[in-house]
């Protein structure tokens, strides 16, 4: 199966700089990209509150690009490095889709700006909203207090699947 820009030519600063005229192009003004601590990151403000949008980068140094995938024969640095570049492209593609997918959606009026965006909300300490959720999920899941998606629900399934 093929993934989603694999062969893609455009480089990670126009990348950047498509992210930066979408979010400009629908109304949000102050924004930047920047790669840190090996994660891509667009950073931009909306009705006074800000967002952080993070993803994981490819690291230079792993296995998948000093050695090629058919028969593992070791890369040159150079081709190692190409390698790399064209993950890190390929990352880059994807930010600027699901960026711009959810844009659009939102100025569609299929959602709500809030909705798409609440989990990259950043709190003062500079964590978002989804990293302080998924510590409250792993919390709830690991001490069983989910609830019932259904009241009764429970009752009614199988006993290996409650």
């Not at 003004?29 to 009705?47: E, I, P």
């Not at 569609?108 to 609440?118: G, I, K, M, Q, T």
């Amino acid at each position: 199966m093929s993934h989603y820009a694999e062969k893609t030519k455009v480089s990670t600063s126009a990348s950047k700089a498509e992210i930066e005229a979408t979010l400009n192009r629908f109304g949000i003004r102050d924004s930047g990209c920047v790669t840190m601590d090996g994660l891509a990151r667009v950073l931009f403000k909306h009705n006074g509150r800000p967002y952080c949008i993070s993803i994981q980068m490819p690291d230079p140094k792993a296995e998948e690009f000093r050695f090629t995938p058919a028969r593992r024969l070791e890369r040159t640095d150079d081709e190692a490095y190409e390698a790399w570049e064209q993950a890190s492209r390929i990352k880059w593609r994807e930010l600027a889709l699901l960026i711009k997918a959810k844009l659009v959606a939102i100025s569609n009026e299929a959602v709500r700006f809030e909705d798409e965006f609440l989990a990259y909300a950043m709190l003062p300490d500079r964590s978002t909203v989804g990293e302080r959720a998924d510590a409250l999920l792993e919390e709830c899941a690991r001490t069983g207090q989910f609830p019932e998606l259904l009241p009764g629900m429970q009752k009614a399934l199988p006993k290996g699947q409650r």
